[in-house]
């Protein structure tokens, strides 16, 4: 038996006495097998004529998301959980890219030929809502048990270049070993430069899935390198085998320090990748991921902080090192990098934690409109001596804001 929430019971009624055929199929039946929590449930209705008919049966449910009626998919979220209807289909690739496909909706077809289009065989395991049976035509429950990933078919695997990259990420989540027909047919995909026809976001997609969602994200980076996908990645392609290791090392160690924050842990994974790239290299090496820029800027700013993070633990540091840091970069998660990377940072860490400095800057006591008050105008020498003011503070010459006022006058006095 295959457990799952029971307000789909009513959805599963209703979807029968329309004369349908639910079928909950992929990586809901996958994880389930794996004792793994899973929010998003595919289900394949058969025995429907259109999407049409598939959204008026299932509209009472909630509001209806059709953004995959092209590929006769419609989405239905539901508390937390996410649900795929699908509809049996049989696609043909007609030209590159994601959309490149052409797609017949077919409502009597079997469910092992409809089935024949997934990926994996893992993936292809399927669960009778109405007979409370497993459907496992491609034997997938033994490839899970014998902990290999293999591919359905091998005609329509290589019609989305997409599934190699779905390869290394599943190997890595789920610790498992490529089968050698795969393993050898993404590689030669791979020298083919068939990756090339996906967007770099749809890459990124499935890298970022190893990086969050594996308990050793090292395995997918390996097998990469295996299958030769570096070229992609000339920086990582070119590295020496010491600091490769290093990164491999730091990738899989920020999964025991990682922070509750899915993009704070996205950009440290990213930076132990490039810790030790100049900027040009590490913008080439993002760019080719993502343009987000917050990415970018995150990750430039750690690297660039990692030698005085470094430098401070192997010989001192003082206060004003600190405050000064904290301007300049997170240091909770610049300590992770260092933590991963060096095995560094833990004295840092307490001593900032005691200055409350460990996930923002010290608040400044002086403020422009204490220069008002104090009798001046507002001039473009605010900001200068607001810069001075802080320097100060970092520095211990004040602790208050009554004490930044007595600094102040001092201070006009000797710059008049």
């Known amino acids: 038996m295959i457990e799952y929430p029971n307000f789909l019971n009513k959805i599963f009624e209703k979807l029968e006495n329309n004369g349908a055929r639910a079928i909950i199929i992929g990586g809901f039946i996958r994880d389930f097998l794996l004792n793994i929590d899973s929010d998003d449930i595919d289900i394949e209705v058969y025995n429907v004529s259109s999407f049409e008919k598939l959204e008026n049966i299932l509209k009472e449910f909630g509001s209806i998301n059709k953004v995959g009626k092209s590929f006769g998919v419609c989405k239905l979220k539901i508390d937390n959980f996410v649900l795929d209807f699908t509809l049996p289909r049989i696609d043909s690739k007609i030209s590159s890219g994601h959309s490149g496909f052409d797609v017949k909706i077919e409502k009597d077809l079997d469910f092992i030929t409809a089935t024949r289009r997934r990926d994996f065989t893992i993936n292809a395991i399927g669960y009778d809502v109405v007979n409370k049976t497993i459907l496992d035509p491609f034997n ?5 048990n014998d902990k290999t990933l293999k591919m359905v078919d091998t005609e329509t695997f290589i019609e989305d270049p997409l599934r190699v990259l779905r390869a290394v990420q599943f190997c890595s989540r789920f610790n498992l070993k490529m089968d050698k027909e795969l393993f050898l047919l993404s590689k030669t995909m791979i020298k083919q430069n068939s990756l090339c026809e996906l967007a770099k976001e749809r890459i990124y997609d499935e890298i970022k899935k190893n990086l969050l969602k594996s308990t050793k994200p090292s395995l997918g980076f390996e097998l990469l390198k295996e299958l030769g996908a570096l070229k992609y990645f000339p920086s990582l392609a070119l590295r020496e085998k010491q600091t490769w290791y290093c990164s491999m090392h730091a ?109 923002k800057q010290m608040p400044a006591f002086l403020r422009g409109r204490d220069l008002i008050t104090s009798g001046m105008k507002p001039s473009c020498d605010f900001s200068d001596i607001l810069e001075d003011a802080y320097e100060a503070q970092m520095h211990g010459k004040f602790s208050s804001h009554k004490d930044a006022i007595t600094w102040l006058r001092s201070y006009l006095l000797n710059h008049q």
Do not use: P
Request: hydrophobic letters at 40%; aromatic letters at 8%.
């Open 140 to 144: 997938g429950i033994n490839d899970l």
């Open 251 to 359: 990738l899989d160690k920020i999964v025991q320090l990682k922070t509750t924050n899915d993009k704070t842990n996205e950009i440290l994974m990213l930076a132990s990748l490039c810790y030790d790239f100049n900027s040009f290299q590490i913008q080439d090496f993002i760019s080719k991921l993502s343009n987000d820029k917050e990415i970018l800027n995150r990750v430039l700013v750690l690297v660039e902080n990692l030698n005085a993070i470094k430098s401070f633990c192997l010989n001192s540091f003082n206060d004003y090192d600190l405050f000064k840091l904290s301007t300049k970069v997170n240091i909770e998660e610049i300590i992770i990098l260092s933590e991963s990377l060096y095995g560094l940072g833990n004295n840092i860490k307490k001593r900032a934690k005691e200055l409350n400095i460990l996930n």
